[in-house]
Structure formats: C-alpha cells, structure tokens
Antibody
Framework: EVQLVETGGGLVQPGKSLKLTCATS????????MHWVRQSPEKRLEWIAR??????????DYVESVKGRFTISRDDSKSSVYLQMNSLKEEDTATYYC?????WGQGVMVTVSS | DVVMTQTPVSLSLAIGQPASISCKSS???????????LNWILQRPGQSPKRLIY???KLYSEVPDRFSGSGSETEFTLKISRVEAEDLGVYYC?????????FGGGTKLELK
C-alpha cells in the first residue's frame, strides 16, 4: 500500500522558516518524481515544486511565487522528500500535500501569522 | 500560466442521476509527445485529493467505471453515469502539459 505522510507543519510568524517532511512507503521512491502542492484556505490548489529522480540529476522546478524562498530536496535512502520554506508570508498559509502525481498524502497545515 | 476553468462551480444531484463537469484550458493541452496531460481528482469532505483519471480518459484501476473522461485540446469533460453517495465532494481538473502545472477551481458535487 502506498503511503505518504507529511509532518512539520504549524504556526509560524512572517519571515520565519519551516521545514516539511514527507515520508513515503509502498512504491519505488528512488525513481519517482515528487511534488509539493498546497491548498489555500479558500480551497484553491497550487502546484509549488517538483524534484526529479537521480537519473534526471534530481532537477528541481518551482512556481514563481515561491522561487528563491522554498527548496525541495529528497533523501532516497529514507524514501523522503522535504520542503524547506524560508521568508514565509501570510499568503503561504495553506495545507501542504506531497504527491507522486498519482497518490497524495493526508496533508499538513501551515499557518503564517503574527 | 495555463488557466483552467471549471463549470459548474457546484452541482446538486440525486442518487442515480448523471453528472457532467466541464474543464476548459486557456491553451491546448496536447503536448509535444502527442499526449495530453489532463487529470481529474476528487477531494471528499475532510480528506486529501484522490486520483480518478489521467491523460483525459484513462481511469485508475480502483475507479468505478461509472466515471468517464473525454475531450481534447482545450475542452474536457468528466461524466458520472449514475451518481452514488460516495461520489460527493469537490472535483478538480489538473493539467501537467505546461509548466507550471495548474488546477481548475473545483466543482462541488452535493447530494440533493
């Protein structure tokens, strides 16, 4: 059974940092391209980042709104993908999902507020 | 970015009725590979999104065959032949042809 479990969310002040972790199991993680997608409080979905596999040099892509602030990474030995979020803004408040494109995690809430 | 427009915003149907949801893209979703990366996902109340359909019309193995997808270029449709109680929730179309991937605004299916 495929499982993706996100952790690391919480309440953080504007300008601060947070790191999300997505631990996975049940599929061949090392060859999977992994994504982070967020859902605003208004329920709009936004794709924010992708990391490819080793054969594609772990190439990364980001949506413009997070470029330079967020960093996606992975550890194939732990079957995990990460999202380092710096310089957080109130508009980053959302539920963050990791996804393979087929399967989704349960999501983790991030609230940016003073 | 490619804008994905879904209609209707909400749908209220009785069990057994058919459903149809439209998704239109601001650019053709036909990729250089000859494939069209248009997906449909369902988010049930209080749950994370679940996969339904990929590449316009291909159902994932666990998805009931009362669901179907069709369309091409910029216009796509998700149909449910007979709505069941477990089908309620918000349906999203999602394109992966163009960077960045983008989602429709969602269609909420409610039971009458």
């Amino acid at each position: 059974e495929v499982q993706l479990v996100e952790t690391g969310g919480g309440l953080v002040q504007p300008g601060k940092s947070l790191k999300l972790t997505c631990a996975t199991s049940g599929f061949t993680f090392s060859t999977a391209w992994m994504h982070w997608v967020r859902q605003s409080p208004e329920k709009r979905l936004e794709w924010i980042a992708r990391i490819k596999d080793k054969s594609n040099n772990y190439a990364t892509d980001y949506v413009e709104s997070v470029k330079g602030r967020f960093t996606i990474s992975r550890d194939d030995s732990k079957s995990s993908v990460y999202l380092q979020m710096n310089s957080l803004k109130e508009e980053d408040t959302a539920t963050y999902y990791c996804t393979t494109g087929k399967d989704w995690g349960q999501g983790v809430m991030v609230t940016v507020s003073s | 970015d490619v804008v994905m427009t879904q209609t209707p915003v909400s749908l209220s149907l009785a069990i057994g009725q058919p459903a149809s949801i439209s998704c239109k893209s601001s650019q053709s979703l036909l990729g250089t590979s000859g494939k069209t990366f248009l997906n449909w996902i369902l988010q049930r109340p209080g749950q994370s999104p679940k996969r339904l359909i990929y590449q316009v019309s291909k159902l994932y193995s666990e998805v009931p065959d009362r669901f179907s997808g069709s369309g091409s270029e910029t216009e796509f449709t998700l149909k449910i032949s007979r709505v069941e109680a477990e089908d309620l929730g918000v349906y999203y179309c999602w394109q992966g042809t163009h960077f960045p991937q983008t989602f429709g605004g969602g269609t909420k299916l409610e039971l009458k």
